[in-house]
Every structure is written in structure tokens, then in C-alpha cells.
């Protein structure tokens, strides 16, 4: 009796559209070994190879639909590469190795993933790295040891994680209140400024610019207690839009405290390219434009390049300077700063800065002294032990906490580093 021969099996992710999709399976079967051991069979092997890792443990909800969104997504890209594997690990997260894909691709796709999965959904705290994203991305040479570690902890930890407690993030109908309450609300208790600092002061400490903001959580407390305003990365962007304007008009009052000082102002993109801008602009003289630094945010620069080459034009006809926020470690080794045509580029502090990979720290260092027109800043010290390592890397500008409270104290930085230095080596 012949048999049909029977159709081979399709692979669930490479169904075609207009095909009848595959039922999705109960659970995903997870890849930690299978990672573990490709990563030990390979690891003098590793040079061009990159990793991408999605944070999905961190999702407030998820299902298994999100990793077949992301699978789907990845594939798109496979043609491009040279190499790519898709790994489920046992806490939801997923790892995606690759070689021989442009960044600006990767970037993209890892964008269009967080939109989506954010747009319905939220993260409950900020990811191993301090970033408040959905995903990283990184060298797989430069941070072996940390994959390494990390999935090894997955074993010891059961591929469980205890998730912090948060408030809900806000709602739609929520944030109307509280823009309408903005627009009717005194900002002056909630402006805050923050210097930043040179640590190469000798004889008195010298301050590069003010970095005026809204305390944001502060704010939060006042109008909305019950809710996360920050959670939702989409909204937050949207109320910090509105809440750029909120800060314009302020300043529009009086632009006399330029005189003499220079302030960053952390702004969007699509506000220093509004009208609200523009008036702002009116009121300043040729100088007090030089006394303004334009603060933006990482992850703005990085979904809107058009944007970001439009306001660098424009600044530069201007006079005001750029400061690119928000960076790491990974951020200033891989991103060419030089060519983002910005004066000026703030790192976030951590405590897993002083543990970074021999070669990771040298990568950091080395792109750090490259850069001849960009002025580094390390932001969020909240301790000494921050500013020591941005004297050991050669970051002279400073800016957090620990800064505040040593200039309260009336003490040289300079002089604060060196008596920290004296009591780590007693």
C-alpha cells in the first residue's frame, strides 16, 4: 500500500503570509544550555559577534505570542547576516546572537520591538545594565564573562526573578489631568539645577554649566500620587513634550539668569524644533545662545537621526551647544560621537562600572581619549567612588549627589578625590 509521502515539517516562525499560522505551543522550550555550551565550544571564537538581549522578564505582561512577534522580527534580518540564533532562556528573556548586520538595522528592529510591546504593556524596573529599555545591545568579545555569569545565575536562581513592586503606570485619561493641572501650575518649586563640575579645579571648583530640570517624581507626588508617570515610555515621552513647553514659557519670563552662566536645558528633539523654541530663541543675544547647552536624551537621538541632524544644524547656526544624555559604558564604546556632532556626552554612573571585563574597560577608556571636540560627563555620582573612577578614565567633568554635597561642604573635588584615594589604599 503507498503512502502520501508526508510534507516536512515547517519551522513555526517561518510561516509565510497567507499560510494557516501553527498553534502556538503551551510554553517555549527554553535554550539555556544549549547557549551555555554554544558559548563554551566558542569562545575563542567570538570576535564579530554581537548579542542582543530582550529583557522580556521585566514585562509587566507578556505571553508567548511576544517571543514569536520577536522570532518573526529577527528573521526579517537573517538574509543580511552572516550568522543568527534566536535563544529562549528559562526567565522569559531572549537572547539573539548575530554577525555581519549593520547596527542601524539591529537598532531599528530592537526599536520597533520595545514600541510594540510597550504600547500595551510596561517594565516593572530598570534592566541589569540601568537602562530603562526593553533591550541591549553589545559586543559579545567585550562582555563575555557578564553573559557567561548571567546565564549561569539563571541555574542557581531556579530561571526565576523576584519583581519589584511598582504603582500602575499611567493612564491616558490620567495624563490629561495632569497636563491640564500643568498648564495651570506653578513649575518654579519642582526647577531644579544641578551643576557639573570640573575635577581639575586647583584653586577653587569649577562649574562647566547648570543643568536646569523638572523633578519629575517630585512632580509626580503632587499631581498624581497614585500613578507611575514614568512607566509608560510612550506617554512619558509625550508628557515630557508638553512639559518642555510648560519650562519655555517659564523661561520666557526672563532670560537674565543666562548672564554670566551657562544652563542645560533637557529638552526633545521636536520642542527645540517648535514654536515654543523659537520664541525662546527671540529673546536671546548671540552670547546668551553660547551660555545654552541642549540636553537630549539617548534613546530620542537614536529613534529620530532626521530629527537629531536637523536640531545639529540648527544649533550650530545658533551657537548653542549639544550634550547626547543617557549613556553607558556600551553606549560610549560603540556609538561615534564624533560624528554625532555633539559637544558634550553624559554617562550614568554604576557601581558595575568599577567590575568591568579588563578588555571592556580598555575599549571604554581608549574611545573616551579618541574623541577630541566631545567632553565626557560622569552623571549620577552618588558616591566618591564614582568620581575616582572618572579621574582614573580621564572624565573631568563631573555631576550628582555626592558633587552636591561635597560643594556644600565648601571642599575642592579635587581635594575630596585625593583624600578617598589616600583612605582606599590605608
Request: contains cysteine; aromatic residues 10%.
Amino acid at each position: 500500500m503507498n503512502r502520501q509521502p508526508q510534507a516536512p515539517k515547517r519551522d513555526w516562525v517561518r510561516i509565510k503570509p497567507g499560510e494557516r499560522t501553527a498553534q502556538l505551543p503551551d510554553r517555549v522550550e527554553y535554550d539555556d544550555q544549549k547557549l551555555y555550551t554554544l558559548l563554551q565550544s566558542a569562545k575563542r571564537e567570538v570576535q564579530g559577534l554581537r548579542l542582543i538581549h530582550l529583557h522580556m522578564s521585566l514585562l509587566r505582561d507578556k505571553s508567548n505570542l511576544d517571543v514569536l512577534s520577536i522570532r518573526r522580527a529577527m528573521q526579517e534580518t537573517a538574509d543580511q547576516s552572516a550568522y543568527l540564533q534566536v535563544f529562549s532562556l528559562s526567565n522569559d528573556d531572549v537572547i539573539v546572537l548575530y554577525k555581519g548586520i549593520k547596527f542601524s538595522v539591529i537598532s531599528t528592529v530592537c526599536s520597533q520591538i520595545e514600541r510594540l510591546l510597550l504600547s500595551r504593556t510596561s517594565l516593572v524596573k530598570r534592566n541589569p545594565y540601568g537602562e530603562d529599555s526593553l533591550y541591549s545591545i553589545m559586543e559579545l568579545s567585550l562582555n563575555f564573562v557578564s553573559v557567561i555569569r548571567f546565564i549561569e545565575s539563571l541555574g542557581r536562581d531556579g530561571g526565576t526573578e523576584q519583581k519589584q513592586e511598582t504603582k500602575p503606570p499611567v493612564t491616558l485619561e490620567e495624563l490629561g489631568k495632569i497636563e491640564r493641572a500643568v498648564q495651570m501650575f506653578d513649575l518654579s518649586p519642582f526647577m531644579l539645577n544641578q551643576p557639573v563640575v570640573n575635577i581639575q579645579g586647583l584653586e577653587q571648583n569649577e562649574f562647566e554649566y547648570f543643568e536646569l530640570y523638572i523633578a519629575v517624581k517630585a512632580l509626580e507626588e503632587r499631581l498624581s500620587p497614585q500613578y507611575d508617570i514614568t512607566a509608560n515610555k510612550w506617554l512619558f515621552s509625550y508628557f515630557t513634550a508638553n512639559l518642555d513647553n510648560s519650562v519655555l514659557k517659564a523661561l520666557n519670563y526672563g532670560v537674565d539668569f543666562l548672564r554670566g552662566k551657562r544652563i542645560g536645558l533637557n529638552l526633545n528633539l521636536s520642542t527645540i524644533l517648535s514654536a515654543n523654541f523659537v520664541k525662546f530663541d527671540e529673546r536671546l543675544t548671540t552670547e546668551l545662545r553660547g551660555n545654552v547647552v541642549l540636553e537630549i536624551n539617548k534613546a530620542d537621538v537614536v529613534e529620530n537621526v532626521s530629527l537629531y541632524k536637523e536640531v545639529i544644524d540648527f544649533a550650530a547656526s545658533k551657537g548653542y551647544k549639544i550634550c547626547i544624555d543617557g549613556l553607558n559604558d556600551f553606549w560610549v564604546t560603540h556609538m561615534d560621537l564624533e560624528y554625532m556632532a555633539c559637544d558634550y556626552a553624559k554617562i550614568f554612573w554604576s557601581d558595575e562600572m568599577e567590575s568591568l571585563p579588563p578588555r571592556e574597560y580598555d575599549a571604554f577608556v581608549e574611545r573616551i581619549q579618541a574623541q577630541s571636540n566631545c567632553r565626557f560627563v560622569l552623571a549620577r555620582c552618588g558616591s566618591v567612588r564614582g568620581l575616582m573612577f572618572a579621574e582614573k578614565c580621564g572624565i573631568n567633568l563631573v555631576q550628582g549627589r555626592v558633587v552636591d554635597n561635597i560643594l556644600r561642604k565648601g571642599v575642592l573635588l579635587r581635594d575630596a578625590i585625593k583624600t578617598a584615594k589616600a583612605m582606599d589604599a590605608a
